[in-house]
């Protein structure tokens, strides 16, 4: 039997259709039917439950996960779930585990940079889970610069084998998802050295663990690298150190898509060139795009919710107080990260159309696209993954003491997300790369090469540099074209100031360096006016819905115009806008705030989110908020017991003692 709606007269205030919005949000009607059969089957299976996760010691959780896994598996494989279903499935499971790094890292590495005859051997081994694969990249001494990685790969002509070994303890494998305990296989990268000759580091499929009886291969050390931030969170996941004593593998066993190194110990280039690597980074790039969109909207469901049913101040004439969501100051900090959720969402959906353009090229050998698709998507990444970690914690925030408990579900969004800042590229690490792309574009414009895709407008400099914003009223900000030529001019200006800076420079690369925070800011801009685009492109789309596109065309401005409002020394100091239309801005941004309020629960209920895959008392859907956390506090172990094990053989003899020496 459902049970009183607590938000219901919230839900009466809605201007729009929120069903056609569940379509939006999900992509397609389709992707829509799926994920919420997924979400439903999720949450219905008891073997799926979450209860006392962030309760289990290490090992409990470790197992708790593996047998969460291995469930999930025999669910896929009874129901007979297709590759999508099955995706969304594990999301839904909502555990950070070895079957992200097998799924969503050695899989694709296999389909990127193997051969056809690779690809045909290992990939149906893979995708049977008749063997488990890790992505072992990093070492202890070395992250985010690869080529400082030094495990070597020597090719061995007598017996056709190559020899990985890690010669100091800094090359220590260390951070591999999933090959603490549970991999079979990894994707190792190792120098690669044929005839006493280096080759770059290359990409190595190697055998970590027996098939029978799962104990490591002679010659490898391997384990787990110990607890991680967060109680719960990402320590459900196994990340491993591993070492390899001349450990030996068949010639074949090295990716040989980009380079092969034949019988004799000879590499040859193949005609795919080194940068086809970078399709495989935009796979995975736009898939951490696409998750930071969802994590972010479950941060602000959970925030958005409790703040209309928490009460505060406000009732002068003893009447009902009033609601959070009310105060301007919420609105304005939770509005733009609702904003930035759908933003991040359409962002996401336009990469996933990127990357299958991205793979038709490549199949029909055109690879021109591959550096901009490859900037761009690093710099997606950055931008997506370091705003969302900050508005999780701003959504605890928002949910003043109550975010700060496990039941409000947001700690330990927040401890399982914020990696995401640092894996598959460090956010500030990849801006530079970004920055050295813009940097190297705005140089080529003087040799007549045409920038493309998301860096096009630059071709259109002159114009940007000169160009005046065409503000007179607030509601002038509600053009696209307005706010679009705003965003282009800054990132214009930002890109050509700083290349002028450079030039000053007799060194470039000490240029660079010196200039870096600098560069890295340019990046920022260029990344945020792609967010702002797509954005823009989708509200052309035709949207079905009653009042559907109203709603989006409030998000998208209240995303763009709360950027420009945090970012206005940019937009100020590059002279694309006057102070007096920034102060507009912030009047049409105001309004917006209003506009967006009455549809503030609609809008997070067209996310779809069942109570379970949200895990937080405060974000339950029935606003049931005070009663739950009731009842949640007396699960903890500490009330276990009124009095609390230790009293008698601490706290009592300690109180006996004061006692004591009161008397004296
Ligand atoms: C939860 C988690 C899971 C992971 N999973 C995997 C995995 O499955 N497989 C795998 O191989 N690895 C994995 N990693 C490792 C991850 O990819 C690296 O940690 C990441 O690439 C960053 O490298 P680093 O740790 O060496 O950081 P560092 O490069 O040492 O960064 C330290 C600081 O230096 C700064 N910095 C570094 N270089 C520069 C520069 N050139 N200019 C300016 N500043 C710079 C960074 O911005 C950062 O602030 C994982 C990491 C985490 C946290």
């Known amino acids: 039997m459902k049970g009183v709606d607590h938000l219901a007269h919230e839900r009466n205030k809605t201007e729009f259709d929120v069903d056609a919005m569940k379509i939006v949000w999900a992509g397609s009607r389709h992707a829509f039917e799926l994920s919420d059969r997924m979400a439903r089957l999720v949450a219905s299976d008891p073997a799926f439950q979450k209860d006392g996760r962030i309760r289990l010691g290490r090992k409990e959780l470790f197992k708790n996960t593996l047998r969460k896994a291995a469930h999930a598996w025999k669910r896929i494989l009874e129901l007979h779930l297709t590759e999508e279903e099955a995706g969304w499935l594990r999301n839904f499971v909502d555990e950070p585990s070895f079957t992200d790094l097998h799924w969503g890292m050695f899989v694709p590495a296999i389909k990127g940079q193997g051969t056809d005859e690779q690809q045909q051997k290992w990939l149906p081994l893979a995708y049977k889970m008749q063997i488990i694969g890790s992505y072992a990249q990093t070492e202890l001494g070395h992250g985010s610069n690869v080529q400082g990685l030094e495990t070597t790969a020597t090719f061995d ?93 068949p010639r074949n066993q090295m990716l040989m898509r980009v380079l092969q190194v034949t019988r004799e110990g000879k590499c040859v280039k193949s005609n795919v060139p080194r940068q086809l690597i970078y399709g495989t980074m935009v796979f995975v790039r736009q898939t951490i795009v696409a998750d930071a969109s969802t994590a972010l909207a479950r941060a602000v469901c959970i925030a958005t919710r409790y703040s209309a049913v928490r009460r505060q101040f406000g009732s002068q004439d003893g009447g009902m107080e009033t609601q959070v969501i009310d105060y301007k100051t919420q609105q304005s900090r939770l509005f733009p990260l609702l904003a930035s959720a759908y933003a991040f969402r359409f962002v996401g959906e336009w990469l996933k159309w990127l990357y299958t353009d991205v793979t038709q090229r490549l199949q029909a050998n055109d690879f021109s696209i591959l550096p901009e698709a490859h900037a761009c998507t690093a710099g997606l990444k950055s931008l997506t993954t370091t705003a969302t970690a900050d508005a999780i914690e701003e959504c605890r925030k928002l949910c003043g003491g109550h975010g700060y408990l496990c039941a409000s579900g947001l700690p330990e969004l927040f401890a399982v997300y914020v990696p995401a800042c640092t894996y598959e590229g460090d956010n500030v690490v990849l801006l530079l790369q970004v920055a050295r792309f813009l940097m190297k574009t705005v140089s080529q414009l003087g040799s007549g090469k045409k920038p493309v895709g998301t860096t096009a407008y630059l071709g259109r400099v002159q114009d940007l540099l000169q160009c005046c914003c065409d503000v007179q009223t607030a509601e002038d900000w509600l053009k696209p074209s307005v706010v679009l030529e705003a965003f282009e001019a800054r990132s214009a200006r930002m890109c050509v100031a700083r290349a002028q800076n450079l030039s000053k420079f007799e060194n470039p690369e000490d240029g660079f360096a010196e200039l870096s925070a600098d560069l890295v800011e340019a990046s920022v801009a260029h990344c945020q006016l792609i967010v702002v685009s797509k954005f823009i492109d989708k509200l052309q789309q035709d949207i079905p819905g009653k009042g559907v596109n109203r709603q989006l065309q409030n998000l998208c401005y209240i995303y763009a115009l709360n950027l420009l409002h945090k970012y206005l020394g940019d937009f100020l100091s590059t002279g694309c806008i006057t102070p007096k239309q920034a102060s507009l801005a912030n009047d049409q941004l105001r309004s917006l705030y209003s506009q967006i309020r009455p549809n503030a629960i609609a809008l997070v209920d067209a996310f779809n989110y ?33 009095v609390p094990d230790g009293y008698h053989e601490y706290i009592h003899p300690m109180l006996k003692q004061q006692l004591r020496n009161a008397r004296l």
């Open 610 to 642: 069942t109570d379970h895959y949200l895990g937080s008392v405060l974000g339950r859907y029935d606003g049931n908020v005070y009663p739950k956390l009731y009842e949640e506090a007396w699960k903890d172990p500490l009330n276990d017991s009124v």
């Open 157 to 249: 002509p007598e017996t056709d084998e190559f020899v990985i070994h890690s010669p100091t303890l800094t090359s220590s494998k260390w951070w591999p998802g999933g090959l603490g305990k549970v991999s079979t296989h990894a994707i190792v990268y190792a120098r690669l050295i044929t005839n006493g000759q280096e080759h770059g580091v290359h990409g190595f499929i190697v055998q970590l663990r027996s098939l029978d009886d799962h104990m490591p291969i002679p010659g490898i050390t391997i384990g787990d690298i110990g607890m991680k931030f967060g109680n719960g969170a990402y320590n459900t996941m196994d990340n491993g150190v591993l070492t390899f004593d001349h450990i030996r593998i």
